[in-house]
């Protein structure tokens, strides 16, 4: 089956989770991704959390599928390597500060200037420009800047950090590869490339939608846990089970309300649809819940199309049916990975190979951009490479 990216070739400078999920979704669609890495601590997310051989699960999962190159562009012989790699690449990603590859000679008028079909994206917490363009930031910051982390949370209670990143992944990534192979397109189509400037607090920002339509309504957002998919109402919630485990209800339309009520044997709720904000209802559906163990509600539910399922952990998620049937557990590298979150007719997706060693494919690299052995042998000996 045909790779949809084949053909590609990205220069990949970007470190730790949000850049190298990124290109990880474009190696995983066919693209030839070199992972370019300095000759000192590399990427750090090698050491960061437990793995086999001394590279973390983590560097492992997100970098799957690519080659590995070495390069120092500090100096000038590792600027000029990559300058000659750019000649024949399609896009380049890297998630230094504003500012740091233009400081290096390498930045996008630069390589822009060898290639003028090049995609270059930069991802930063807050872009290009701007007050805060030089400020640090981790994800935490940037869903706290747009507004998310505020809204995060149980009523009463204090913001709640969410277990998935969202700024890096929604924004770092996801957005970052949307805007890449839209540029891409473009390229292709008209030989003119592109600088995309992908600040993932704005992509937050950009998806934080309900509590914009309250502001617009109100003039004000609702209060933590409030609003209708915060937990503020009845129908759109979490419940505690007997055996301390939950279930989740998501039994917004008045249909799904009315099976949902039907399924509980609780036919005098159907009328009280219109009260689901009221504490007094989701009080009589906290009581319900606890009366039956996660594993009693679940068989009750499985056959009522209503939008109520358990909340499962992550190895139980891996070992669902649903998942299964998907492909979505992937053992590779001597570990469990998923499978991309699409599937495209004509196309098996495929871990055809690990995560690189750092400089792992340096020389074959190098080889392929007209250097010969001895030159390859001399940029090692100065460690350029």
Same mark, same amino acid.
């Given at each position: 089956?045909?790779?949809?990216?084949?053909?590609?070739?990205?220069?990949?400078?970007?470190?730790?989770?949000?850049?190298?999920?990124?290109?990880?979704?474009?190696?995983?669609?066919?693209?030839?991704?070199?992972?370019?890495?300095?000759?000192?601590?590399?990427?750090?997310?090698?050491?960061?959390?437990?793995?086999?051989?001394?590279?973390?699960?983590?560097?492992?999962?997100?970098?799957?599928?690519?080659?590995?190159?070495?390069?120092?562009?500090?100096?000038?012989?590792? #600027?000029?390597?990559?300058?000659?790699?750019?000649?024949?690449?399609?896009?380049?990603?890297?998630?230094?500060?504003?500012?740091?590859?233009?400081?290096? @000679?390498?930045?996008?008028?630069?390589?822009?200037?060898?290639?003028?079909?090049?995609?270059?994206?930069?991802?930063?917490?807050?872009?290009?420009?701007?007050?805060?363009?030089?400020?640090?930031?981790?994800?935490?910051?940037?869903?706290?800047?747009?507004?998310?982390?505020?809204?995060?949370?149980?009523? @009463?209670?204090?913001?709640?950090?969410?277990?998935?990143?969202?700024?890096?992944?929604?924004?770092?990534?996801?957005?970052?590869?949307?805007?890449?192979?839209?540029?891409?397109?473009?390229?292709?189509?008209?030989?003119?490339?592109?600088?995309?400037?992908?600040?993932?607090?704005?992509?937050?920002?950009?998806?934080?939608?309900?509590?914009?339509?309250?502001?617009?309504?109100?003039?004000?957002?609702?209060?933590?846990?409030?609003?209708?998919?915060?937990?503020?109402?009845?129908?759109?919630?979490?419940? #505690?089970?007997?055996?301390?485990?939950?279930?989740?209800?998501?039994?917004?339309?008045?249909?799904?309300?009315?099976?949902?009520?039907?399924?509980?044997?609780?036919?005098?709720?159907?009328?009280?649809?219109?009260?689901?904000?009221?504490?007094?209802?989701?009080?009589?559906?906290?009581?319900?819940?606890?009366?039956?163990?996660?594993?009693?509600?679940?068989?009750?539910?499985?056959?009522?199309?209503?939008?109520?399922?358990?909340?499962?952990?992550?190895?139980?998620?891996?070992?669902?049916?649903?998942?299964?049937?998907?492909?979505?557990?992937?053992?590779?590298?001597?570990?469990?990975?998923?499978?991309?979150?699409?599937?495209?007719?004509?196309?098996?997706?495929?871990?055809?190979?690990?995560?690189?060693?750092?400089?792992?494919?340096?020389?074959?690299?190098?080889?392929?951009?007209?250097?010969?052995?001895?030159?390859?042998?001399?940029?090692?000996?100065?460690?350029?490479?």
């Amino acid at each position: 089956m045909s790779r949809p990216l084949a053909g590609v070739r990205v220069l990949d400078l970007s470190r730790l989770l949000p850049g190298p999920v990124a290109t990880l979704h474009l190696a995983d669609l066919g693209a030839d991704v070199i992972k370019i890495e300095d000759l000192g601590a590399g990427d750090y997310a090698r050491t960061m959390g437990e793995g086999a051989d001394g590279t973390s699960w983590f560097f492992r999962a997100v970098n799957r599928n690519k080659r590995g190159l070495t390069l120092d562009l500090k100096q000038k012989a590792g #600027r000029e390597v990559l300058q000659k790699l750019v000649v024949t690449a399609d896009i380049v990603v890297e998630s230094f500060r504003p500012g740091v590859m233009d400081r290096l @000679g390498v930045g996008h008028a630069a390589l822009a200037a060898i290639n003028p079909r090049l995609v270059y994206c930069a991802i930063t917490g807050y872009g290009q420009d701007g007050p805060w363009a030089l400020r640090a930031g981790h994800d935490l910051n940037y869903i706290a800047q747009a507004g998310v982390l505020e809204q995060t949370g149980t009523a @009463g209670g204090p913001p709640a950090i969410p277990a998935l990143q969202i700024g890096d992944l929604l924004g770092g990534a996801m957005s970052a590869v949307s805007a890449i192979l839209a540029a891409l397109f473009r390229a292709r189509i008209h030989g003119e490339g592109a600088f995309v400037d992908v600040a993932m607090s704005e992509a937050v920002l950009a998806h934080n939608l309900f509590p914009l339509f309250a502001l617009q309504a109100n003039g004000e957002t609702p209060p933590r846990g409030a609003d209708l998919l915060t937990g503020g109402h009845a129908n759109y919630g979490v419940y #505690r089970t007997a055996d301390d485990r939950y279930m989740a209800v998501g039994a917004l339309e008045e249909k799904f309300w009315q099976l949902f009520c039907d399924a509980v044997a609780r036919p005098e709720w159907k009328t009280r649809y219109a009260e689901t904000a009221t504490p007094e209802l989701r009080g009589e559906l906290e009581a319900l819940f606890a009366m039956r163990t996660q594993t009693e509600w679940t068989a009750l539910f499985d056959p009522v199309d209503c939008c109520v399922t358990p909340v499962l952990t992550l190895a139980e998620a891996l070992a669902h049916p649903q998942a299964q049937a998907r492909g979505m557990a992937q053992v590779a590298d001597g570990m469990t990975q998923y499978a991309p979150p699409f599937k495209i007719a004509g196309w098996d997706f495929a871990i055809e190979r690990p995560a690189p060693a750092a400089g792992q494919h340096s020389a074959e690299i190098l080889a392929e951009a007209g250097y010969a052995p001895d030159e390859i042998a001399a940029l090692r000996q100065s460690r350029i490479v």
